[in-house]
């Protein structure tokens, strides 16, 4: 039997693929990590846009589903959280999951850019003094904008279980316990402060880390330390 | 009779409206665009986070169908092009669609941060420097990049007529013209020294304003005026 899924994500780092990996995890599919094998680095760069591929990617994560190859984080959830359990089962609820994570997906390419805001082809030490100034922006303004609005989700959810959506744990709460991780860990300092301003979203990561499947993952080898080749990376300097 | 489409969207510019703006003009269906009229402002407020809204939404645009209210641009859009036939008719047709569309999403977020690396919420004018620094590395290398990538998409097109996807319309060529533009608009002399490379999404531009119902449109009151508080903005400066 041939493993249904394969990724296709940058070795080394959590990244845009991780939001991925939680859900395959958590769904408890059987999928290879394409790029942490041998050989897998130019597998990758075929996938994306080898001159054979039809639906070429701009960027990974891209998942190879037989000869299906689907591009963007939030467009991979949608298909996998559809499939596995992990999305809402009405349209309507789709549409707000899909929402959701394209907003999820706003503040991650934000939080890329406090450590790039001027080039991403270009060295961190290189945009240090900008890097400064765009996260104090950040941690001041667009992190508590973004984290009232996700907690005012939770807060509005008439389900059960404290989930963004409904009564059930779905690909978005995933992706919650991933943003504010990797949140966590760029900007101790930020998140030490704010934490006890968003109640919902704290008990939520820690619910998510709890579940039998990703408390697993997160203790196995798969899950790849933080580092600062990521996109939540830790300078101290921009935690002030 | 009600108007089926509500639209909620900053008055006075394009910005990321103007996509959900094209899709609807194109399919011929009626539709409100709220902030415009007279007390719609505060309309646009309440139905992003009212406290009686169950879905808010982080930002506009904003679709309100009925009791359904959809926000982020290309999620809206998947939404019309299912519904008006201005999306691919298979799943993984829709899949493919979205992607691209989140694609254009990525390179929209990055023509705004040339004229605002530092801060959003922050005059142009206080980040003038750094905006110089950002315009030219998304002049020099982002720009090509992401037509490069969309030349491609077309090209490895089997479909005839020179569109995206298959051999018709879709939304995501409405985006495609969207973003052209734009980029025409703020970046005149880096557009006119790239267009030779392009002749794939040049052509497609071209058609996509020759449609009738766009063409309308575009020659009407109701398509809103390039200006400098929109996404993508002309300053001399950071065209050079």
Redesign the interface.
Known sequence: MTTPYQLYYWDGLQGRGEFVRLALEEAGVPYVDVARKKGGMSALTASL?GEQ??????APPVLRVGE?L???T??IL??LGTKHGLAPRSQ?GR??A??LQ??I??IV?EAH?THH??????YYEEQKK?AK??AR?FRE?RIPK?LD?FE??IE?N?GRGGYAIGSRLSYVDLSLFQLLDGLAYAFPNTMAKLAPSYPGLFALHAKVAQRPNVAAYLNSKRRIPNNETDIFRHYPELDK
Do not use: C
Request: no cysteine; aromatic share 12%; proline share 7%.
């Open positions: 846009d591929v039809a639906h070429p990617s701009f299906l689907i591009g963007q939030a467009n949608m298909f309507d549409l707000w899909n929402q394209l907003t997906a706003d390419a850019d805001p001027i080039s991403s082809s270009a900008e100034a765009r922006d303004k973004f609005y005012g989700v509005r008439p």
